[in-house]
């Protein structure tokens, strides 16, 4: 059976989820904040030590100003209020992508990081203000500026997330079937697993059967 070391999420569908239930883009993505701690709660169940969500795009500033702002009051409010709680769960919290908000929400995102950096349970990785293509030019940039040779193992060394394994399994929700300029380097021999459900559908039990799933997958990686 396949080993599971890291999960990455696209957690697709809380803007039609409200409309279609709530005729509200936002309260699908307060929905969908329920439906993250269930998926926490699962991945230490299953002792997975990384899980990535990828919350907020490079392109989702394309999104009305209204929209964005709820979705950062959501965020805030939810690093006062659970911050505590995953840190006495032994939860470690990372910020991919870049620190470019309210002075308010980059100093609490900072002072989560900070407060929950030695925890060993589980890393969180937020993708937030995040950008393959970005991360990608930047590593190159970087390579560059340090008169590195451009190297597999160098290239890795510049990401975001350097230190970390790259991801088993992919999964999106939403019924899209794309990637949208997430973890497009690190998720080379990742197994993608695309769901139906909207984000705030998406439960335990569905998890539960792609962990499974993957767990039976005979993995080749190029060879036979």
Not at 151 to 174: A, M, Q, V
């Amino acid at each position: 059976m396949n080993p599971i070391n890291h999960v990455a999420i696209i957690m697709d569908g809380n803007g039609r989820w409200g409309l279609k239930y709530k005729k509200s883009r936002n309260a699908g993505h307060k929905a969908g904040l329920n439906t993250v701690e269930k998926i926490i709660r699962e991945t230490i169940k299953n002792k997975i030590k990384y899980l990535t969500l990828y919350a907020f795009s490079t392109e989702n500033w394309k999104r009305p100003k209204k929209e964005i702002n709820f979705l950062f009051s959501l965020l805030e409010n939810f690093l006062v209020n659970k911050i505590d709680d995953l840190h006495k769960k032994n939860i470690r919290l990372k910020i991919i992508g870049l620190k470019r908000f309210t002075k308010k929400l980059n100093n609490l995102l900072i002072e989560s990081e900070k407060k929950t950096s030695r925890n060993k349970r589980l890393q969180i990785n937020l993708a937030l203000n995040y950008g393959s293509k970005y991360e990608l030019i930047n590593a190159f940039k970087s390579l560059q500026k340090n008169n590195k040779q451009i190297s597999e193992k160098n290239i890795c060394k510049y990401l975001l997330t350097k230190n970390i394994p790259d991801p088993d399994i992919l999964i999106r929700t939403g019924n899209t079937k794309r990637l949208s300029n997430f973890l497009l380097w690190q998720l080379a021999y990742s197994e993608i697993f695309f769901e139906k459900k909207l984000w705030p559908d998406f439960n335990e039990k569905d998890y539960n059967k792609i962990i499974n799933k993957f767990k039976k997958i005979k993995r080749n990686y190029g060879n036979i």
